[in-house]
């Protein structure tokens, strides 16, 4: 397969700020997907990003950067409820990393 | 309501069974793709399928097949050569293969017994 790393696990506080970030093999590249998914369900679409810069949509924003093969998942004003694994996906044949998983604290 | 429709939710499979999951889809999305997961893990592509009569392998596709004979449907059967089945699969699909997001279906969860 074709690597995209992220980091396994992250823990946050409540109303706090995290940054998930995300690495990728930049050849062949058309697009980079962000879901989250909560244990046992589907996934659900966040992001996408397919020009450089940053995405911003409610609490949640996503950064690309297509020369540096990077990408991040900002999320502000944490809620308990954003307790899930956070996948980065590369569009081209929808490789997906291994999920970052983040516990929200109170 | 359009959508991705998985079944069944759980299917149980014996040893040396071969098993087939359903995947339909009536969003008139050109690419439907297959996923494994594993507890505590990411999404792992099995096969996926850009259009009818066509599909490609992914990272993990010994042990399983797929077919695409209708635009809507990409059934994944898993083999009994497939020696470690128990995983969450996840079907998806979306409009191309580039630029579109993906909707996934609620996934079906198989346990070998």
């Known amino acids: 397969g074709q690597n995209i790393d992220q980091p396994t696990e992250m823990t946050a506080t409540e109303g706090a700020i995290v940054q998930i970030n995300c690495t990728y093999q930049t050849s062949g590249f058309n697009g980079l997907f962000w879901y989250q998914q909560h244990a046992g369900e589907a996934p659900t679409f966040l992001s996408y990003?397919?020009?450089?810069g940053l995405e911003e949509k409610g609490r949640f924003s996503s950064f690309l950067s297509r020369s540096k093969g990077y990408s991040y998942l900002l999320l502000k004003e944490l809620q308990m409820k954003d307790s899930a694994s956070y996948l980065c996906g590369r569009q081209g044949n929808l490789i997906f990393g291994k999920g970052t998983k983040l516990s929200v604290k109170p | 309501d359009g959508g991705i429709t998985q079944s069944p939710k759980y299917l149980f499979r014996k040893e040396g069974q071969n098993v087939t999951l359903s995947c339909e889809q009536n969003?008139?999305?050109?690419?439907m793709y297959w996923y494994r997961q594993d507890p505590g893990q990411g999404l792992r592509l099995i096969y996926y399928?850009?259009?009818?009569?066509?599909?490609q392998k992914g990272d993990i596709a010994e042990g399983y097949s797929v077919s695409r004979e209708k635009k809507e449907s990409f059934p994944l059967t898993v083999t009994s050569a497939q020696k470690n089945p128990t995983a969450f699969y996840l079907c998806?699909?979306?409009?191309?293969?580039?630029?579109?997001?993906?909707?996934f279906g609620e996934g079906s969860w198989l346990t070998v017994v």
């Open positions: 998806a699909s979306s409009m191309s293969d580039s630029g579109n997001t993906i909707y």
């Open positions: 990003n397919v020009l450089d």
């Open positions: 399928s850009q259009i009818v009569n066509d599909f």
């Open positions: 969003l008139n999305h050109d690419a």
